[in-house]
């Protein structure tokens, strides 16, 4: 079962992020944004691996912690050009979202994927499948290289 297996630690100790990391959060593992107006957290995943100064499951716990906090009743889940990492370092995400019913009611919670979307995020996907009831949406290349959105 996904959401027994254990969550991430550090290997190293934490140490100050670069200027130009934080600068550009394109370079970053994984972001998020919380749009109070209409109660939607975006969760952003470039690669599932723990940054230098934050673990997956440390970020997540603010995710949840921000999400709570204002009240959001839909998460948006990114994961259309997730470039790989470790599948267990996901556990944190799901967990975090089957503790939280609003997520698990349809359209509660939308799953973005796309042709650059890679085995954690796969994997991530599956599990959501089988224990919430998500709205994929996909994106895939058309022949002008332009992205092309499509529900499922």
């Not at 957290?41 to 949840?64: D, G, I, L």
């Not at 954690?120 to 919430?132: I, T």
Request: charged letters at 20%; one cysteine or more.
């Amino acid at each position: 079962m996904v959401s027994s297996c254990a969550a991430d630690d550090l290997v190293r100790p934490p140490s100050p992020m670069p200027a130009s990391v934080a600068a550009n959060a394109a370079e970053r593992n994984y972001s998020f944004s919380v749009t109070a107006a209409d109660r939607t957290v975006r969760v952003k995943f470039a690669r599932v691996r723990s940054e230098r100064t934050e673990s997956v499951s440390a970020f997540m716990q603010r995710v949840f912690a921000s999400a709570d906090a204002a009240g959001a009743t839909r998460l948006v889940l990114d994961l259309s050009s997730t470039k790989g990492g470790d599948s267990f370092l996901i556990v944190p995400l799901v967990k975090g979202i089957l503790a939280r019913e609003r997520f698990t009611r349809r359209g509660g919670l939308v799953v973005i994927v796309g042709p650059d979307t890679f085995s954690p995020s796969q994997n991530a996907a599956a599990a959501l499948e089988r224990y919430a009831r998500p709205i994929y949406e996909g994106t895939e290349a058309t022949p002008n290289g332009r992205p092309q959105s499509h529900s499922r």
